[in-house]
């Protein structure tokens, strides 16, 4: 499935806390584009006018105290009590969420696991539904509140498309609501530097009809569509799980229906067999430093193939 262009912007909002950001954002530059007019006239006017009254009002009392203390103090307060009163309308941070989804900052990728439907609490510890990477599938119109942690160093999760802002921190879990109002793709990306692939520390949000989500999330939580080869057991196991066979790694990405999702390497390349057999040759061609090895030498070209081809139809 080819993606939608890789955008990003707030001035794009997809869901109620987005929209009300890029409200904000709006009339923020709208007040400042008053005050910068306002100032420009009186520039030219200072410059350009003519007469004796120019001169004496400039430089009278009234026009500093009124325009160098009053005004700015007046328009920033309405402007900080609208901001206060606007964040406080974003409608998602008060919903009950339907759905809770630890969202786990690694080494430069994103861990998803999603909790168990029921919103009976001790989500954080256990309860885990399935875990996948790099791709959050969310159904339309609900709200869905997020776990976010990370064990190594910051990140930050960013979806501007659905909300502002918010830092994994090490040994906290910060929430976020977020509620996608239209099915669509949203990209986010990691927005706080954490080492050296940080740029390619993408995501993708994937908002559908909650009918085709129950179906998407019956299929994750299903075991994998077939057992991995025995190159993948020797190499690959230690780091990956494949669910339904004996691999259990937990430092690289739960790779039991990566054949399902959009890209490969959180948004380092499209998710084909060629990028599949490209990456495991040589990830750090693609992400210098990423903490998967290349296989380039261990494997031939007959297993690496296979080995791609394995992954691929792993949807
Ligand atoms: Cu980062």
């Known amino acids: 499935m080819p993606l939608p262009p890789p955008l990003q912007s707030t001035l794009d909002p997809h869901g109620p806390d987005a929209r009300e950001i890029a409200e904000i954002t709006w009339v923020l530059i709208g007040g400042a584009g ?3 007019a306002l100032v420009v006239v009186l520039a030219a006017w200072a410059v350009f006018g003519r007469g004796q009254r120019r001169g004496a009002w400039l430089g009278s009392h ?7 203390i009053v005004l700015p103090v007046v328009v920033l307060s309405a402007l900080l009590v609208y901001t206060f009163i606007a964040a406080a309308r974003m409608p998602a941070a008060h919903a009950e969420p339907a759905l ?16 168990d439907g029921d ?3 001790g989500h954080t510890n256990g309860g885990i539904d399935f875990e996948t990477a790099n791709e959050l599938r969310l159904p339309v119109g609900r709200s869905v509140e997020l776990h976010l942690r990370s064990d190594n160093v910051l990140h930050s999760f960013w979806v501007p498309a659905l909300a ?11 929430r976020l609501t977020v509620r996608a109002d239209q099915a669509g793709h949203f990209r986010g990306q990691c927005a706080e530097y954490c080492g050296t692939q940080h740029a390619q520390m993408a995501l993708w949000v994937v908002a559908t009809p909650p009918a085709d989500f129950d179906r998407w999330r019956a299929a994750q939580r299903a075991p994998a569509a077939a057992a991995p080869p025995a190159a993948f057991m020797q190499h690959c196991a230690s780091c990956h799980a494949v669910r339904g066979s004996a691999a259990a790694g937990v430092l690289g990405p739960d790779l039991t229906h990566v054949g399902s999702r959009l890209t490969l390497a959180a948004g380092a390349l499209p998710n084909h067999v ?9 990830p750090q061609q693609v992400k210098p430093g990423s903490l998967m090895p290349a296989f380039a030498r261990e494997l031939d070209g007959r297993q690496l193939t296979a080995l791609a081809g394995y992954l691929r139809a792993l949807e």
């Open 274 to 282: 060629g990028a599949h057999a490209a990456w495991i040759a040589d």
């Open 34 to 36: 008053v005050i910068l």
């Open 164 to 174: 502002g802002k918010l830092d994994l921190i090490p040994g906290r879990v910060n």
């Open 119 to 121: 919103a009976s609490g």
């Open 100 to 115: 809770r989804i630890e969202v786990i900052g690694e080494l430069w990728w994103w861990r998803v696991r999603y909790m």
């Open 62 to 68: 009234a026009a500093v105290v009124g325009g160098g």
